[in-house]
């Protein structure tokens, strides 16, 4: 545990100082600006001063950012709309169960692509081309046409969310199911064990590795996902509708305050997965 | 009610004959003809069911509608594809692949950047792009380069645990056999531990060839000059211009099918011994 | 009572205040009716939505409704609760725009999304080129905010008199420092925020009655808006989920969106409507629409509401 | 004892396309084993005896000729679990326990949970791994996952039992214990028995009869049937029989190294 | 022929910690191998044969007691290319062909290119493996995959060879072969050679020194200093001393067994 910390504060340490430095940089031409406008000049401090203290800067200093978090998290009842706890929960929910929905969908598809010839040969190419359509593009037509059949809500979002995170678990799942070498899946013949015997004995444990690492980029996608999901269905809560509505009055702020707190979303629902990793992988005697 | 039958029956007959395909000899034009055949078939019912539904063509154009406005626009999906595809997407994902399999080199040798960096790259690489996207807009302006940008934020984490999970990959003994050799850090990873990376590293490619085409497409949404596939889906959606937003998905499918394929035939010649090429 | 479901064109903020306002004070409830209101965003056409089932009536701009009817879509005005029009280009003087003359060779920022028309007539009807050569403009599509002025990337934004102007105030800029186009000054401008239905269901008198007794209420929550501006920008706060919006702001913008209204008891006035479908029309070489539409609205709702 | 021919190949021949050309595993093989025998295999590495046996076991497909088993098909005999099969290489699950491994085929075959624990402690205990059951495989050296795996394939009944290299990593020993107790299992069990060694002395202990293969292509070059009887102490050894025998097989195997 | 003491063990244990409790793989383990000699370490599987061979190879680390070879750290002596290393399983990489596995090693130490050519000509030659270099690992026998690695092992100049059963899946004919060559190589090069077998003979015909060796916990029960000359035609099988030493060797063995 220790042997982590100091490495983990010292690149954050570094990314401090740097974002600090960069705040300066890519808000002083604003700063100038504002001051050529006024006919004063800046001195080093005042222009330092300034560019960490904009209300709409392009880079909004770190310690401006924490103050909106903690503003917007330990200060706001978490039922109110402008709590950020409030908007990671609604996101949240969209995320788990479209995360659910895209794992399951993907492990499906990977044992039908594994064990039937025929989607092995025509529906992978498929899979592959449904990723290269741009959600962002296809999110309000699926939005549309489910509130046509009377589908609303949660659901909708977290069908998108399950559309990102679907591939990446097929196709980890599918170079899993295919990992066992020759010898053991001839050894399963020579007991004559059944496909489904085959699949929960040996395919499955095999592709526990590649499952995980998959895991956690569909976990990340299907973040992203009830995020994009967010959008079309009118932007009324979660953090995807902070992102937006602070993009519309460019709070820079507020969009950082956001954007971290997805990333924390993102970074602790990876790290569960990474628990659960390691102790399956333990329990399972690999590593 | 006659489409929806004949979408049926174009269903049932495609998979018949896929199945009696697949199951005889797999020869290089079996491989190419089942998975067109299974497309065909899509479009046939997709054909079918929004005549027999009789959809609006303004949520939904029948595939006949799309083809022929693909046909008549050819010069502005090619103006596109070039902004958005060779300008914005490729030069971001050569650019993001790149340097993730250059961190993830070095956060493997460092032990101490991979304890600091990994947690931390994590959390970073977690920011979500519609987030990033107006923020990347806003640094790197209107052009190709902010796109470039967004794919090189979208396609970072993939690449990179992918391969550091592939450096690890090794086995004991293979590892030991180095040692024997008392071969340096350099060669083991030169010897050993890249070329037992491959798997993985493709996982990453794979997987990152279609976030690329999408990063790219989406940052247009947050502002672009005015051309590319992002800025003429969306402004094609305004317009109820639908048959124009589908022949720009459909150029998006066929390169990111084509993107995706290539790397996966790069793939097959590199990993050949790897057991998932060999079932 | 009967359900009605409204799109807004935008996220809910001062500019549909009648609205929240009539459903807040009951208005609608008075009228028997159970209105949803369905806020709009970046990546909602409300168009597509009515087309979808998913709206009995929506928010929005002419242009966007009229070019949707030439794609076979049979939207209606049937209200037209804003009377004049607040979109304007606005420019930094420090970039050397002080007159249209000024444009040429110069960036500007577009919206589109259905919203690029009014921009693409007056141009054309300036004859300027938008294809980035010498003598014409490079246009951006513009995204959610005003940040390309005030980053200078572009030496215009376009900008609505009620929100975006005030962002690039608000921002530091003064109105010293900028030179607006209003569309109305150059006589270019079309109707906005009109409220729309599907032909085919107006057919039904008894969606027709429901409209009738909608505008009604849209109306009388319009006028208490105009009337008490603050208290409507109170109650579009206590709409708003996203939590975003700030007082001061939708305050500022009620008392925009006043002046717009300010002018219609909610019929459209035909002067207005034929005023728009020229300017379209005129588009030069590439129209927005390409015959004069029939039928695009009707003042059987508004005849029937008002009296 | 019945004479019924269990295994039966007919003409056999495999050959493996590769990327430098074919190469000729098996050609023209032709066999009978018949019920309750005990057969050897034994020729130079590369001469295509784990070929043999796994077209035996319906693994690998001959590009010509016959193989039948019990008058049936190869594959029709494994799908109704005829065989038991010990691989060249031990091939434990890694995430299995040694006792997880064992009974693996038994949970796949469907026996009792009593049943399982029983035999699992059973076979452990005839290759003398009892107190491992826990153990993970790379927690084992080399000659204990042979042993187990050995395990694994005794633990289910089957008739045949198909055994590539068996004892090669067991030190002498112990060897000589399993050859004991496989000897014993198969007069006991009646079982048919084929079994690849590298071992003149063990072919010729164990075998009522001996193929000696040679390779490039594939082929039988002599098949011994043993004048042993089936009864045999380990001192039948030094028995003048025996010597006789293991230096038949042995100028068989020298010709087929020259041979090539 | 100097005298010099090459590997030198010093009460040596090495205790693996598993799931189930401590497992005592070496337990006081003290042996010097001098230069040139030729060292054979045999006992029942599990006794940690493998686990020395890895101590001294520096690829597991002791416990506690030490270990010096050519008088320094066995790292330092790894770090300077000192062993060659037969591992107990092939371990060849699927990516190389088999003449580019043999080639790895020398690659790795900078070996001119003709050179190398040659070496790996030689080697594969040795094995008899000629005309498989262009093959992968997957396209070869067990035994054939066994031999590249020896193959491997012998293709580059180190002092001090370890083998860890290399020919434990070859057959005797081969076997013989190998240990003709293994002796020429060794007094040509005077090397020294730990080598770990099961057979009995083996290690007698190769052996200046039989180590033998008992499990649980790993310990050194028995070292025997061969009085056979340096010089061993195939026939010094049949000789009394031979079969006096062979006997030896047995009977220690046994004696680590019963005590098990
Ligand atoms: N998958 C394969 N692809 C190509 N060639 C193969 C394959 N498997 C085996 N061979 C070749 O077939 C021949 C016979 O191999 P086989 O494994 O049957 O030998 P073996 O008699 O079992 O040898 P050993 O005693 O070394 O195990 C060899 O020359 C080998 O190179
Ligand atoms: N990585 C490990 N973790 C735990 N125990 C181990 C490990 N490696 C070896 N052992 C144990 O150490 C003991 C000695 O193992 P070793 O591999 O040295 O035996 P060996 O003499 O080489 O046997 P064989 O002749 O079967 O190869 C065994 O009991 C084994 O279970
Ligand atoms: C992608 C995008 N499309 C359109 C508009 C313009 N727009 C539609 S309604 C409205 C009124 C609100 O302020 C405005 C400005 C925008 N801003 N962003
Ligand atoms: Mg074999
Ligand atoms: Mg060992």
Redesign the interface.
Known sequence: MR??V???????SA?FLIWYAAAVW?NA??AY??AT?TGETLSAQTLVADTWSQ??P??PAPHQVGAEIWKTTVEKKIT????LIF?SWVTLSATMLGFALGTGLGIALAVGIVYN??M???????V??????????????I???L??VGVSGLLPKAMISMYLSF??VV??MV?GL???????L?????????PS?TFW??RL?SS??YLF?SL??AM?AS??GA??GE??T????G??????????????I???S???M??????AL??IIGLVQRVTLKR???T | MMWIVFALAVWAVG?RV??R???GP?TRI??LA??V???MT?IAIWEGMVRGLEISPV??PAPSMIALRFAASTDILWEDFVQTVIKGALSGYILGCGSAFAVAILVDRFD??????L??G???????????A??LV??FGFDWQSKAAVVVVMVF??ML??TV?GLQSSSAMQRDLMRTYAAGYWTTLLKLRLPAAM??VF?GL??AS?LA??GA??AE??GSPIRG??FR??TS?GQLALDL?WA??VV??????A???GVALIERAVTFWH??Q?? | ADDVTLQLKW??QAQFAGYYVALDKGFYSEEDLNVTI????????PT??L????ADVTVEWMPAALAAREKGLNMVNIAQPFKSSGMMLTCRKDAGVTSTADFAGKTLGVWFFGNEFPFLSWMSKLDIPTDGSDNGVTVLKQ?????PL???QAACVSTMTYNEYW?VI?????PD?LTVFKYEDQGVATLEDGLYVLEEKLADPAFEDKMVRFVRASMKGWKYAEENPDEAAEIVLDN??????TEK?QKRMMGEIAKLTAGSNGALDPADYERTVASLLAGGSDPVITKAPEGAWTHAITDKALN | MTNATVISANRLSLTFETNDGPVHALKDVSLDIDKGEFVSFIGPSGCGKTTFL?CM???EHPTSGEITVNGVSAEEA????A???V?Q?A?L?????IGGNVR??L???GYEKPDMDARVDRVLDLVELSGFERK?P?QLSGGMQQRASIARALA?DADIL?MDEPFGALDEIVRDHLNEQLLNLWARTEKTIAFVTHSIPEAVYLSTKIVVMSPRPGRITDVIESPLPRDRPLDIRDTPEFLEVAHRVREGLRAGHIDD
């Open positions: 042997l982590t100091l490495p983990v504060l010292t690149v954050v990314i890519l031409p604003w600006d504002k406008r209300e709409k392009k880079l109110s709309k402008r709590s908007h010839r025929t092995d040969m025509s529906v992978m190419p498929w592959i081309a449904s990723q290269t359509i741009p959600i962002l593009a296809i999110a309000p037509m939005i549309v046409v509130n046509a591939f990446p196709v980890g170079k295919r990992s066992p070498d020759a010898m053991q001839d050894q399963m013949r020579t007991w004559n064990a059944s015997q004995r040996l444990p526990m590795p690492t956690k980029i990340a973040l992203v995020i994009v959008l079309p009118g932007a009324v809560a953090l995807g509708a902070r992102l937006l509505a602070g993009s519309y009055y460019g709070q820079t507020q969009i950082w956001a954007l971290i997805a990333a924390a979303l993102a970074a990876v790290g399972m005697g690999m | 998979w896929n199945a395909l697949a199951a797999g079996t491989g089942i998975p055949i299974f497309g899509l949520l939904l101490f950047l991979r304890r600091g960096l947690p931390v994590n959390f970073v690489a977690a920011l979500p792009v519609i987030g990033m107006p923020i806003m640094w984490f993939p645990v992918n999970q798997p993985f996982n794979k997987i279609t085409l999408i497409i989406v949404f947050f596939m992002g889906i969306s959606v937003v720009e998905i998006a499918a066929i390169v990111g099918s993107f995706y394929g057991p998932s060999r079932h | 996220v809910t369905k806020p709009g965003g970046p990546d909602i056409a597509q939505v087309a979808g089932g998913g995204g959610f905010n005003v940040d005030l980053q200078s962002q608000d921002a530091g800029l003064t420092d708003d989920a996203s939590g975003a919006q702001h | 796994r076991a319906d693994l494994r799908r109704m679990r065989y038991g099969y691989f290489a091939g699950y890694p995430w299995r326990t693996l085929p949970e796949i075959m993970y790379w289910f198909l």
